[in-house]
């Protein structure tokens, strides 16, 4: 019995993900928003090329039920520094070429996409702030709130019809 026990504790533990293994899920969805943000921003009408695959996998639903102080600052200043600046940028140029999307009949494409990254965003932030400390979870609210309110301003332009 005991060591049945200790098989399923081992395995367990081996299935939680660290916070490194976040932290680079992070840096991967950051590069790919840095590149569709460059593929967008020289859109001229054309054809759109294979822009990069912006889901990621996501390690932070399977973190472990809390997350130390240090860890959870690491994360807050990674995402501040990363998805907090990237995300609204590649929002603003999408938005700056809501006409050319417009007139290929990508507008819709691409405020459905946002809504998938809406969603996705939600889901990380929520699996993660539920594991900060009490004491940081404001900072984490506040980083994470620049990106949901990027991309749910980008999902109301483009449904806008006026813009």
């Known amino acids: 019995m005991l060591t049945l026990a200790l098989l399923l504790w081992s395995s367990t533990a081996l299935a939680l993900a660290t916070v490194t293994q976040v932290k680079n899920d992070i840096t991967t969805l950051d590069n790919n928003v840095r590149a569709l943000n460059s593929q967008t921003a020289l859109y001229n009408g054309d054809l759109l090329p294979a822009a990069p695959l912006l889901g990621s996998h996501s390690h932070s639903a399977l973190l472990p039920p809390s997350i130390i102080e240090s ?12 998805l907090a600046i990237d995300n609204p940028n590649a929002v603003n140029t999408l938005k700056g070429k ?7 009949g990508l507008d819709g494409a691409i405020m459905a996409g946002l809504g998938l990254l809406l969603a996705g965003h939600e889901a990380f932030t929520n699996n993660v702030l539920q594991r900060l400390p ?12 620049i990106i949901t309110v990027a991309l ?8 806008s019809p006026r813009r």
């Open 71 to 82: 860890d959870a600052q690491s994360l807050i200043e990674h995402v501040s520094v990363t």
């Open 98 to 104: 809501k006409q050319l999307f417009k007139e290929q």
């Open 134 to 145: 009490e004491d940081q979870s404001a900072d984490g609210q506040e980083v994470t709130q």
């Open 152 to 159: 749910t301003d980008g999902i109301h332009y483009f449904e």
